[in-house]
């Protein structure tokens, strides 16, 4: 591959950032870099040491889309092969973040989509482009955005063409935070949220993503309660619990203490 595109990972505690890096294209998608970001993936997924992934593009851009060259070659193996990275990080087992600091077109924004959570900066843009381009959606895409935002905010983004900026994504659910400042800060606040599942459990981590996949099929409160039993009862006769109760206990037994020693 060449040198000046290629998927990056840098390890960072126990979060991973994948940044999509082909700046001279806007980190569109080749079939290269589409396998290469697939490869990250799964090389995240299998490693004992990252329990959470960010997942972002070099700027300007988050991701332009899939290369129109690939695309207008493309036929239905050549549409997997694009669609194979995106689909990687939408089936990823750990949490993933999208820290979006430009646009996020086409497959850019499935790519966007793809992730549990999405995060903007001031010049995130996120556009479905496909029907500008003559051509269908596809990579799941219709499926996914209507997973997260309301049916008339899916219309207008696929069918009418609207763009949307990192504030109005905020406003209709798409993004879940914006922040205010350069790329660097965009992808350490991604990574700060990713934190949080890096201080937890990293089997107990993946059960819970797991488990938000399945409840959110469910019909019924009672439902998501078996769903849920099951796997808390396990979680709860794990040594990990043991290890963090005990820790708690001698911390809050250490703070009674220290307040009773107080005149």
Same mark, same amino acid.
């Given at each position: 591959?060449?040198?000046?595109?290629?998927?990056?990972? =840098?390890?960072?505690?126990? %979060?991973?950032?994948?940044?999509?890096?082909?700046?001279?294209?806007?980190?569109?998608?080749?079939?290269?870099?589409?396998?290469? #970001?697939?490869d990250a993936v799964a090389g995240c997924d299998e490693d004992e040491n990252v329990h959470a992934v960010v997942v972002?593009?070099? &700027? &300007?851009?988050?991701?332009?889309?899939?290369?129109?060259?690939?695309?207008?070659?493309?036929?239905?193996?050549?549409?997997?092969?694009?669609?194979?990275?995106?689909?990687? %990080?939408?089936?990823?087992?750990?949490?993933? %973040?999208?820290?979006?600091?430009?646009?996020? %077109?086409?497959?850019?924004?499935?790519?966007?989509?793809?992730? =549990?959570?999405?995060?903007?900066? &001031?010049?995130?843009?996120?556009?479905?482009?496909?029907?500008? #381009?003559?051509?269908?959606?596809?990579?799941?895409?219709?499926?996914?955005?209507?997973?997260?935002? =309301?049916?008339?905010?899916?219309?207008?983004?696929?069918?009418?063409?609207?763009?949307?900026?990192?504030?109005?994504?905020?406003?209709?659910?798409?993004?879940?935070?914006?922040?205010?400042?350069?790329?660097?800060?965009?992808?350490?606040?991604?990574?700060?949220?990713?934190?949080?599942?890096?201080?937890?459990?990293?089997?107990?981590?993946?059960?819970?993503?797991?488990?938000?996949?399945?409840?959110?099929?469910?019909?019924?409160? =009672?439902?998501?309660v078996r769903v849920e039993l099951a796997a808390q009862l396990d979680s709860l006769n794990s040594p990990e619990f043991?290890?963090?109760?005990?820790?708690?206990?001698?911390?809050?037994?250490?703070?009674?203490?220290?307040?009773?020693?107080?005149?």
């Open positions: 591959m060449d040198e000046a595109n290629a998927v990056l990972v =840098d390890r960072r505690d126990r %979060v991973a950032v994948i940044t999509v890096h082909a700046p001279a294209t806007r980190n569109a998608l080749t079939l290269d870099l589409s396998a290469e #970001l697939a972002t593009g070099t &700027p &300007p851009a988050f991701c332009a889309g899939a290369d129109l060259t690939a695309l207008g070659e493309a036929t239905e193996d050549g549409l997997h092969r694009i669609y194979a990275g995106f689909l990687a %990080v939408a089936n990823c087992g750990l949490p993933t %973040v999208a820290a979006v600091g430009g646009a996020a %077109v086409g497959a850019g924004l499935n790519l966007a989509l793809a992730c =549990d959570v999405r995060i903007a900066g &001031p010049r995130a843009r996120f556009d479905a482009r496909f029907l500008e #381009l003559g051509i269908h959606p596809g990579g799941g895409m219709t499926w996914m955005l209507q997973r997260i935002v =309301d049916s008339q905010t899916a219309a207008a983004l696929t069918l009418f063409g609207e763009v949307t900026d990192a504030a109005e994504a905020q406003r209709v659910g798409l993004v879940h935070r914006v922040i205010d400042g350069e790329h660097t800060e965009l992808v350490d606040a991604a990574v700060r949220m990713a934190g949080a599942a890096g201080r937890a459990p990293r089997a107990l981590v993946r059960t819970t993503k797991h488990t938000l996949r399945h409840t959110r099929t469910l019909a019924a409160h =009672d439902d998501a043991a290890e963090r109760l005990a820790a708690m206990r001698a911390k809050t037994s250490g703070a009674n203490k220290a307040g009773g020693d107080r005149p």
